[in-house]
């Protein structure tokens, strides 16, 4: 018996080796983790149980039939993140550049199809340079395989990519259809056809950094959901973003003990509105101060700023954060800020995740290049996103809500559960200034009426007690009781039932 005990332990030693100790050196050299060690780091100790360690494509073409590597260039398996079960796949760019063959497929649909059995978030790591070459249609194959459990999982398990190295052809489009892509920077990229491709067909010339690097998607494309420094910080980050999530749409979202009091008041909030109404100030203060432990999880920080959207908990639970942010363009809702926010908005509500939409916004971006670029469809993306999330929906209206996006920011008419408005909320059509250059125009050129006009104007309008006395408002709170007042309207929304008509699928405005 002793023999064949012995065998398996060869086997599996001479697996776990990969491509070979020269290709893992080469790895760490260009300042990379090895797929192994990346999902030690990732996981609880010693919770990893790998799956299909012995796998090998099966192509003959090319002088492949003598050159097969156990695992075929996929690490698969599952672990525990703080004690809570997770499927994790790991593309080992020792193995073939990581690429993708119809065996190296079959292991990761493989675990796609026990998370969404199971009921466990799956996270896929990558480092691969696409579609196996060698082995041409089995390899396409693959890829549409796993594209299908990509979409089937999403809304069921949350999916998670992170980006660890060149990423390109097929291994972009998977990603793509997960909840989160994260990236490492000055080390990952991810494009659908690379700069060689690029300079053939446009005669562009770009580096691989400039088309596809985490700068490009964390902050213009928008594709990635954030950007981190090395391997190390990347896979930290996601433990912390998991503790975050429930295992699927068939739980709640996890709970964890908070030591931050319910009714803890907030002094400083009752000064954070500056006197100046077109003086900025940092919503994230806002955040950091009625979340507890002052802590979230702030996703696609550096791409369409003007918004802020986190996870963050409240009495221990997640809650989902969407915030104006009057520091960037005054909070303006524009295209990338819209189709950030109703992404999120959508997330949460597949997840069972409750809203809480902080808003100070001057309403949508004018300008030709706005709506050339389809403000239009991509602002209703966040306001059908909010208008069919059937999650408990808390607002707070801390300065402007004004015209459509006073509508779209989670308001009473979109099924908003409990809304709130501090005393300095001005809820208009528009700001004063802009109503009377319309209402008043014959009298532009008479500054001392224009000047008494926009202030009856303000006076009228610049407060939240119109729409208070109309019921579109539940009440006016001090700023400082915010974080009791949230909590409490979100204690009441615990038990919320509400369906949307049945429906085979909406039709949201893509
Ligand atoms: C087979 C591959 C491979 C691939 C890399 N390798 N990509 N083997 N199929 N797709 C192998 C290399 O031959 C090399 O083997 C080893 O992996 C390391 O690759 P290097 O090129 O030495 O590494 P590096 O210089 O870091 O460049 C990485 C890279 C480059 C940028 C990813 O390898 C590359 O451009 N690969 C091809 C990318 C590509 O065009 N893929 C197909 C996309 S089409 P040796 O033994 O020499 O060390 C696609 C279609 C799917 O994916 C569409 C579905 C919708």
């Known amino acids: 018996m002793q023999h064949i005990l012995d065998e398996l332990e060869d086997r599996r030693a001479r697996a776990r080796l990969g491509g070979g100790e020269k290709r893992v050196e080469a790895q760490h050299a260009k300042g990379k983790l090895s797929a192994r060690e990346r999902i030690s780091l990732l996981l609880d100790e010693d919770s990893f149980e790998e799956y299909d360690m012995f796998v090998e494509h099966r192509c003959a073409e090319f002088g492949m039939a003598a050159n097969k590597i156990p695992g075929d260039g996929v690490v698969t398996g599952q672990g525990r993140i703080n004690g809570r079960l997770v499927y994790v796949f790991s593309k080992d760019f020792t193995v073939f550049g990581g690429s993708l063959s119809g065996a190296h497929a079959a292991k990761i649909t493989k675990i796609q199809d026990m998370a969404l059995r199971n009921g466990a978030p799956i996270i896929g790591i990558f480092d691969a340079g696409g579609a196996r070459i060698q082995e041409g249609v089995e390899s396409l194959a693959g890829y549409a395989e796993i594209f299908q459990r990509n979409i089937l999982a999403s809304g069921v398990v949350p999916q998670i990519s992170v980006i660890m190295g060149p990423c390109a052809g097929g291994d972009v489009y998977s990603p793509a259809m997960t909840d989160f892509i994260f990236m490492v920077r000055d080390t990952s990229y991810m494009y659908v056809t690379g700069p060689d491709v690029v300079k053939t067909v446009t005669n562009e010339i770009v580096t691989h950094e400039e088309l596809g690097g985490a700068r490009v998607h964390a902050t213009k494309s928008g594709v990635a959901d954030g950007a981190f420094e090395n391997d190390i910080e990347t896979l930290l980050q996601i433990r912390r973003l998991v503790d975050f999530l429930p295992g699927s749409n068939r739980e709640k979202p996890p709970a964890r003990e908070s030591f931050d009091d319910p009714d803890r008041l907030e002094e400083s909030l009752d000064r954070l509105i500056p006197a100046n109404p077109n003086t900025p100030y ?71 995740i409750p809203i809480v939409t902080l808003v100070d916004v001057p309403g949508f971006l004018p300008g030709v290049k706005q709506e050339y670029g389809g403000l239009i469809k991509h602002g209703a993306k966040l306001l059908f996103a909010y208008g069919e999330a059937t999650v408990p929906k808390v607002t707070v209206i801390t300065r402007k809500a004004y015209g459509g996006a006073y509508d779209v920011m989670s308001s009473k008419h979109l099924r908003g559960d409990v809304n709130y408005a501090w005393p300095s909320a001005e809820i208009a059509v528009m700001g004063a200034k802009g109503a009377v250059e319309i209402i008043f125009r014959n009298e532009i050129g008479e500054p001392e009426k224009i000047a008494e006009r926009t202030k009856e104007y303000r006076d009228r309008f610049a407060n939240p007690f119109v729409a208070a006395s109309l019921g579109y408002l539940d009440d006016v709170i001090k700023p400082h009781s915010t974080r009791r007042r949230i909590i409490r309207a979100l204690r009441t929304l615990k038990n919320k039932k509400l369906e949307n008509p049945w429906k085979k699928h909406d039709n949201i405005p893509l």
Do not use: H, W
Request: proline share 3%; net charge negative; glycine share 8%.
């Open 282 to 352: 940092d919503m994230k203060e806002l955040i950091e101060k009625i979340v507890d432990e002052g802590d979230f999880f702030e996703l696609s920080p550096d791409y369409g700023k003007n918004i802020v959207i986190a996870l963050a908990r409240m009495e221990g639970e997640t809650i989902g954060v969407v915030a104006n942010q009057p520091m960037v363009l005054a909070g303006v809702l524009d295209s990338d800020a819209s189709r950030k926010a109703a992404r999120f908005v959508r997330f949460c509500d597949c997840f069972d």
